[in-house]
């Protein structure tokens, strides 16, 4: 997916989110799915993010709360526009 689809994408999660921590982490963490690096679990995603620790990833994965079905909507909404 070009970045700026990504991007595109990302702005759309917002209303899904609602707090600016987990909404960057969130794009950071699809970014980091989409690169090339040769594993993609969370030490590898956090440290192409940038993180120092891998805190920030674990707590948008394991506690932060989002609107899991609005974002499915908004997924399902965007790839169904192409």
């Known amino acids: 997916m070009a970045r700026s689809n990504l991007a595109r994408l990302h702005g759309l999660l917002w209303p899904c989110v609602g707090w600016v921590e987990p909404f960057t982490q969130a794009g950071t ?3 980091g799915l989409v690169t090339d690096l040769p594993r993609k679990d969370g030490w590898s995603l956090a440290e192409h993010a940038g993180d120092a620790t891998l805190d920030r990833m674990q707590r948008l994965l ?3 709360a989002w609107d899991h079905d609005a974002a499915i909507a908004v997924i399902r ?3 169904v526009g192409f």
Request: glycine share 12%; aromatic share 22%; charged share 0%.
């Open 77 to 79: 909404g965007f790839v």
């Open 29 to 31: 963490y699809a970014v």
């Open 62 to 64: 394991n506690h932060a």
